[in-house]
């Protein structure tokens, strides 16, 4: 099998969400190492619980009490999962600076930034209040 190029393993790590400048001056023994590093980390499930419930973890602090005025130790949950690229954060700071919306990717065309989409859209009705986990017992 033929090894990546050094260009195609940003590529991949990139896609895999790591925050690379898009020429890094590392050795091509580096960025080997990084990338089966984190491929092999992404298939390690053993440390994680076989179950994960998410009524049984402890509540998030809100960034609002229930009367709508802000807490002052609150964080939202879509500011704690929110994820930006190095590729991406470069296109959006170019499209404000060209006084013009960012656009981001068409769905379905990269499968780490739609899931990225899908956690800060959870994130975000969380902030919310939604609530589509049902109650213990039934």
């Known amino acids: 099998m033929n090894s990546l190029t050094p260009q195609e393993i940003l590529q991949v790590m990139s896609e895999m969400g790591f925050d690379l400048p898009p020429h890094p001056k590392l050795p091509n023994s580096v960025l080997d190492k990084r990338l089966r590093d984190a491929l092999n980390a992404s298939q390690n499930r053993d440390g994680f619980p076989v179950s994960l419930d998410p009524r049984n973890l402890p509540k998030w602090p809100m960034e609002t009490g229930l009367d709508g005025r802000p807490l002052p130790n609150g964080r939202s949950v879509f500011d704690a999962v929110i994820r930006v690229n ?9 499209a404000e600076r060209e006084g013009r919306e960012y656009e981001a990717l068409p769905h379905h065309m990269n499968a780490l930034w739609d899931l990225r989409q899908v956690v800060m859209y959870l994130g975000r009705a969380l902030d919310k209040g939604t609530d589509w986990l049902p109650p213990r017992g039934s």
């Open 86 to 94: 190095y590729e991406e954060l470069s296109e959006i700071h170019r």
